[in-house]
């Protein structure tokens, strides 16, 4: 299985995007799922994932202008309130048939 991630660009600081992410199976439903970032010369971290029990869990600086969520087979990212320091290639995660998944990764880029 694939996770096909979208929804970057380029976006003004103070604006908002939602970031998509796949699974490339239909029947595939993604439970344990999250999203990370990488910013240039940084590692890549957290920003927001659903536990294996549902709850949901944001980094702190994140908290309060992020929002996952999820339909069976996709897990959105919804930010509002961008910052510069928001720009990475964003990252989905899911864990699917025993092993963890990594998407392909979608730029943000926070700018004016």
């Known amino acids: 299985v694939q996770l096909q991630a979208s929804g970057g660009g380029l976006v003004e600081p103070g604006g908002s995007l939602r970031l998509s992410c796949a699974a490339s199976?239909?029947?595939?439903?993604?439970?344990?799922a999250g999203w990370y970032r990488q910013a240039p010369g940084k590692q890549r971290e957290l920003v927001a994932a659903?536990?294996?029990?549902?709850t949901t869990n944001y980094a702190d600086t994140v908290k309060g202008r992020a929002t996952i969520s999820r339909t069976k087979n996709t897990v959105y990212l919804e930010m509002s309130s961008l910052k510069p320091e928001d720009t990475a290639i964003y990252y989905c995660?899911?864990?699917?048939?025993?092993?963890?998944?990594w998407g392909q990764g979608t730029l943000v880029t926070v700018s004016s």
């Open positions: 659903f536990s294996i029990s549902g």
């Open positions: 199976e239909s029947s595939i439903s993604l439970n344990f």
């Open positions: 995660n899911a864990y699917v048939r025993f092993r963890y998944v």
